[in-house]
């Protein structure tokens, strides 16, 4: 593999691991619904220190990453703000934003995107999958970022999507960039699902539905003689030969694809046999293409972001179609999505509109730095959720297809498969149009809306990014966090997990359990009690502890003991002590 270099890659290699760690800050009056950091989230906030803020609950959960970084086209779109502890570093500041004549400006994206995307890696579930949104500028620096980072084995491979849709002209190479990429690492997609409008059943056959499928191998009969035959309607006596390929079946399969009436013989001269493939016995899933073209375009979301908020404006919004296209990748309906460079709030409404398309109860976590994470970001979920003042037609696309011949010579599956979304989706819309433009089918549901869109429901928590955790500075009261966010922080560091705030009693002083271990946290936010005997790990409260789970280990994080190790250990009391303040503490799992 490759290894990338860019100027500032060993200040920032390991600079993750440097980002302090800062508690959310619930502010209950910017959301909608009940506080709680396990439900939808919007963060204000530098993204970088956000990502290491939600480690400690989000650690290796999250399904589903969609993030959309600066383009770098040097339009001073983006400024270098992280505060790496290198004199090289710093002098970057003095050159934002971001300019096309600055000519560290590719070594600066490099920098800035690495130590992101070793925590999107950590937050990231095993099953999980990263989607970057990219054009060509940076593509190459990000996917060997990527391969670096996450490992070439995680490499899935990217969808190209057509943004534009008329040609631009202002480039003086001759060539109309007219595209744009999307990334894709982690466990691996669930594809789409399966049509059930390109399926028919003309013959009523008592299996259901079916579609034509190939039977033409791709082996030489070099390589698969068996597959080398020739085929022979055993009702005609018609020889069909053997195609250069060979056949998909070996004879005995053939034989009884034959006999259970699966196989379609040609009705004219020249034809070649097929099979029926019956949609009862397919997956419902399909493999999805790469290719994602005319189905949306960058002025849909800019579109979109207007009809909700029509007195603010935002530089290209990405169409909530092409997020809601990730999604539908995933059969799962109950996804984690998390985006941290959320900008408009497309993923926030994608992951709304999906939930009230399907049912599903996916939820989203939202970044944004910029001063506009509330009356900008957060309002724009604010007014999807609760409706907002629209007087028109709104409109969804639910088909496109280019008119090439293949398409007009099978007009009838065409027409068959339009007539399957108005019967899925005509109740749902005033009208189902139907056009034919610049060569394309195009199929659009259209509700007139008289004067307020109808809200989709839901609820989120806004939050900001509380003052840096220093543990040291815990006993002297310069710093006293809250129970459960310095409780999450610590659970992390001694686990590499994430805590379910559920496990946590307050009150006894338990955190959580890990990898056969439990942590507990003689912890409360009162400089006085810190100080007092109240504070300490005492043999009867190891005991106490021990008792909960005899056979288990069991960490304590105290600013001060009145028991030793040894003692702990003469009595057989499986208790560890971990002073405040403390070394990292991470557990052996060699």
């Known amino acids: 593999m490759t290894e990338l270099v860019f100027k500032g890659k060993e200040f920032v290699y390991n600079h993750h691991l440097a980002v302090p760690f800062r508690p959310l800050e619930m502010h209950p009056e910017k959301g909608i619904g009940a506080p709680a950091l396990d439900g939808n989230l919007i963060i204000q906030g530098d993204n970088l220190h956000a990502l290491k803020a939600l480690l400690p609950l989000y650690a290796g959960k999250v399904d589903c990453i969609y993030v959309d970084p600066p383009y770098n086209t040097g339009n001073k779109e983006w400024a270098y703000r992280d505060d790496v502890n290198a004199p090289m570093i710093r002098e970057w500041f003095n050159d934002n934003p971001i300019s096309l004549d600055d000519g560290l400006r590719h070594d600066k994206w490099c920098a800035m995107m690495w130590p992101r995307i070793r925590l999107l890696g950590e937050l990231l579930a095993p099953e999980g999958v990263l989607f970057i949104s990219i054009n060509s500028i940076e593509f190459s ?81 070099d390589k698969r003689p068996n597959l080398h035959y020739d085929l022979i309607n055993p009702e005609t006596g018609v020889n069909y030969g053997c195609p250069k390929k060979g056949w998909r079946f070996e004879p005995a399969t053939m034989a009884r694809l034959i006999e259970e009436r699966r196989v379609l013989w040609p009705t004219k001269n020249g034809g070649r046999p097929r099979r029926k493939a019956f949609l009862s016995e397919l ?65 926030g409404h994608a992951v709304l509109r999906a939930n009230r398309r399907d049912g599903g109860n996916r939820r989203f976590i939202l970044v944004e730095m910029e001063d506009y994470a509330d009356n900008l970001t957060a309002e724009r979920v604010r007014r999807v959720i609760n409706g907002y003042p629209f007087e028109g037609t709104q409109r969804t696309e639910l088909l496109r297809e280019r008119l090439n011949w293949r398409a007009l010579t099978n007009a009838s599956e065409l027409v068959q498969k339009v007539d399957g979304i108005e019967r899925l989706h005509g109740q749902e819309y005033d009208r189902i149009k139907k056009e034919v433009k610049d060569g394309e089918l195009i199929v659009t549901g259209e509700k007139a809306v008289a004067e307020r869109a109808e809200g989709l429901g839901g609820a989120f928590t ?123 503490y991470r557990i052996d799992r060699s």
């Open 462 to 584: 806004y939050c900001t990014l509380g003052a840096p955790v220093e543990l040291d500075k815990i006993l002297s009261g310069e710093t006293l966090p809250l129970y459960a966010g310095l409780g999450a922080a610590l659970f992390h560091m001694a686990t590499s997990q994430a805590l379910d705030p559920s496990t946590i009693r307050e009150d006894d002083f338990y955190l959580g359990a890990a990898a056969g271990q439990h942590v507990w946290l003689i912890y409360r936010p009162d400089l006085e009690w810190l100080k007092s005997p109240e504070a300490a790990l005492t043999l009867s409260r190891a005991k106490a502890f021990a008792a909960t789970d005899p056979d288990a280990r069991h960490l304590v994080f105290a600013p001060a003991r009145f028991v030793s190790q040894k003692m702990l250990a003469e009595q057989n009391v499986p208790v560890e002590f971990v002073p405040l303040p403390f070394a990292l």
């Open 283 to 347: 997956n419902a899933r399909t493999n999805i293409s790469s290719v994602f073209s005319g189905q949306f375009y960058t002025n849909d979301g800019t579109r979109q972001f207007g009809e909700v908020l029509p007195e603010a404006e935002f530089p290209f919004p990405k169409p909530t179609d092409l997020v809601e296209k990730l999604l539908s990748c995933f059969e799962r309906k109950d996804l984690i999505v998390l985006d941290s460079f959320a900008g408009s709030g497309t993923t």
């Open 141 to 221: 620096s990000l996917k060997n970022i990527c391969d670096e980072v996450l490992g070439i084995d995680q490499y899935i491979g990217e969808f190209v999507w057509k943004s534009r849709n008329n040609k631009d002209n202002r480039n003086e190479d001759g060539l109309s960039s007219d595209h744009e990429f999307v990334l894709i690492y982690g466990g691996g997609l669930d594809g789409e699902l399966r049509s059930a409008a390109d399926y028919k059943n003309p013959d009523g056959d008592e299996r259901g539905p079916w579609a034509s499928a190939n039977m033409v191998g791709l082996a030489s009969k």
